[in-house]
């Protein structure tokens, strides 16, 4: 059995979509310049770096509520709201981030939900799950997963090294909770794996 996310290629999707992410590049390139949404080393490579990479994520969450922590330039949460059948809502604290993204989602008549507040300031369980890229460590994100989530269910985007011998992420997770996880393999040398998680039981303190 092949466990690894499958490659979503530009020419598997339609015109009107190729449409949509070539505004969403050019916009992100000339944001890039004054508002730091990606990194310098990854803007010139941002189908495959950004787009390719959070929309590995797609099959995990079609046809549900999802609320991406963390968004920065939209990765994953705008994209998803961009090619999926999904509801999105997207959480950013930096004010100029939430206008980009505004502005990204008025350009390619996206719709999508956007929060200007930190993660942890939100409470009810109003989505079906929790999305996040690079945002932060496991524990952290079933936490907030744990809190926000009405099927208590979570997809991550991680870096490779959560599944080194030397990465206490995973154990530091366990120590506070309990949850099923499975991990789906990139494709790509670039690309990490993606956690998910579900069943997530507070454990109680003795």
């Known amino acids: 059995m092949d466990n690894r996310s499958p490659a979503l290629t530009f020419e598997s999707i339609s015109t009107e979509i190729q449409t949509k992410l070539a505004i969403y590049e050019e916009l992100l390139k000339k944001w890039n310049r004054k508002v730091n949404l ?13 787009f390719q990479d959070s929309l590995r994520i797609l099959p995990q969450v079609q046809g549900k509520k999802v609320i991406d922590l963390g968004s ?38 996206t719709r999508a939900v ?20 690079a945002f932060t460590d496991l ?24 599944l080194s011998r030397e990465s206490s992420e995973m154990a530091m997770a366990r120590r506070n909770f309990d949850f099923q996880c499975q991990t789906i393999l990139g494709r790509e040398k670039n690309q990490g794996p993606i956690i998910l998680v579900n069943e997530i039981k507070r454990r109680k303190v003795r």
Request: aromatic fraction near 6%; proline fraction near 2%; charged fraction near 30%.
């Open 114 to 133: 956007f929060l200007a507040s930190r993660a942890e300031n939100l409470e009810k369980e109003e989505w079906d799950i929790v999305c996040a890229r």
């Open 72 to 109: 920065g330039a939209g990765f994953p949460g705008l994209l998803l709201a961009m090619l999926g059948d999904v509801s999105v809502t997207c959480v950013e604290p930096n004010h100029k981030k939430i206008l980009f993204l505004q502005e990204v989602a008025r350009a390619t008549h």
């Open 139 to 162: 524990e952290h994100l079933i936490d907030l997963t744990e809190k926000l989530s009405k099927g208590k269910r979570g997809v991550f985007l991680k870096g490779r090294t959560i």
């Open 38 to 50: 990606v990194s310098r080393e990854t803007i010139d490579d941002i189908w495959l770096r950004h």
